[in-house]
Structures are given as structure tokens and as C-alpha cells.
């Protein structure tokens, strides 16, 4: 188990030395949130380390976990997830927050003798398309709406296991 004196080395040790002045320590069940003051421009507000593996998540400006810490004891602790949609008892409000989280996909297009790779948000038709077939896979860096999917779980709109995002595998 991770103290907050270990912790508080963990998070300075996230950031590049000198970058960061870590704040007071605020206990979370299954992790310190410390926030944090930035020397010159950054986009992180704070630092949660893991209470079991040390594991420290860097939070982002706006982010639902900089504005509600309390998020990570309810399994957020990444930013980028693999979210697994399981069961959907309202598909509009489904609909309208897996839309919400700007899930990007790759079109490819072949013209002058190249091939082309251009990203975009899914369309709101592609989301319910999605959700037709259960279960479906969301993925991306939904850190910023981590809100929308706790308010989804909670009003029981869908359900959904929540995985950090590993990249292509």
C-alpha cells in the first residue's frame, strides 16, 4: 500500500523535474489526488496515484477527473478507454452521450495514386448502428466525459465495462 509520502514522490516523478509543485494531498479510497501548480504552459491539473501499484494518472485540464476526483474510486483511472457496451435500455440517451464522447474512426480513401488515412467523430446514425449489435466497443480518450458515462450508468440508459485502451493489439 502506497502512502501519501510515496505517492507524493510518485506524482512529482510523472512530470518533467521542476515542472510541477504538488498540492495537498487529498485521500481517495483507492488513490492520492494531489493537484497541482505548473511552471510555464501545461495541460495537466493535478496528479491521482494508485494506492496499490504506484500508478500515476496525470489529469488534464477540464477533465471530469480533475473536476470530480471522486471518479477514479468508481474504476476511472485512465484516459483512454476500450468501453464495452453490454446492454442498452434507452438507446437515445445512449445515443446521445456515446456520440457525446467523439469516438474518431479512420476513413481511407484512395485518389492521385496515394492512399489516405482521415480521421473523424462518428456520426450519430454510426453510433446507433453500433449499438444494434451488442456488445460493442467504444474507444478513445474519453476523459473529458467521464461525467456523462458515471450520469448514463447511474440512470441506467446502458451498461458498460470500462478497460484502459492499450493501443492497436
Known amino acids: 500500500m502506497i502512502d501519501e509520502a510515496e ?74 478507454y476500450d468501453l464495452v457496451v453490454l446492454t442498452v435500455e434507452n438507446a437515445d440517451e445512449a445515443v446521445r452521450v456515446l456520440h457525446t464522447l467523439h469516438e474518431v474512426t479512420t476513413d481511407k480513401y484512395y485518389k492521385n495514386d496515394r492512399v489516405y488515412r482521415v480521421g473523424r467523430a462518428l456520426t450519430e446514425e454510426e453510433v446507433r448502428e453500433r449499438l444494434s449489435h451488442l456488445p460493442c466497443i467504444f474507444s478513445g480518450h474519453f476523459a473529458l466525459h467521464l461525467d456523462l458515462l458515471e450520469q448514463a450508468r447511474e440512470a441506467g440508459w446502458f451498461s458498460f465495462k470500462a478497460f484502459e485502451y492499450r493501443g492497436k493489439t
Open 7 to 80: 505517492a507524493r514522490e510518485l506524482g512529482e516523478g510523472a512530470f518533467d523535474d521542476g515542472e510541477v509543485v504538488l498540492g495537498e494531498a487529498r485521500e481517495l479510497n483507492d488513490g492520492w489526488f494531489f493537484p497541482c501548480v505548473t511552471k510555464g504552459f501545461t495541460l495537466h491539473t493535478g496528479v491521482i496515484v494508485n494506492k496499490e501499484t504506484g500508478r500515476p494518472l496525470r489529469l488534464m485540464v477540464h477533465s471530469s477527473l480533475h473536476n470530480d476526483p471522486a471518479l477514479y474510486d468508481r474504476g476511472y483511472h485512465f484516459n483512454d
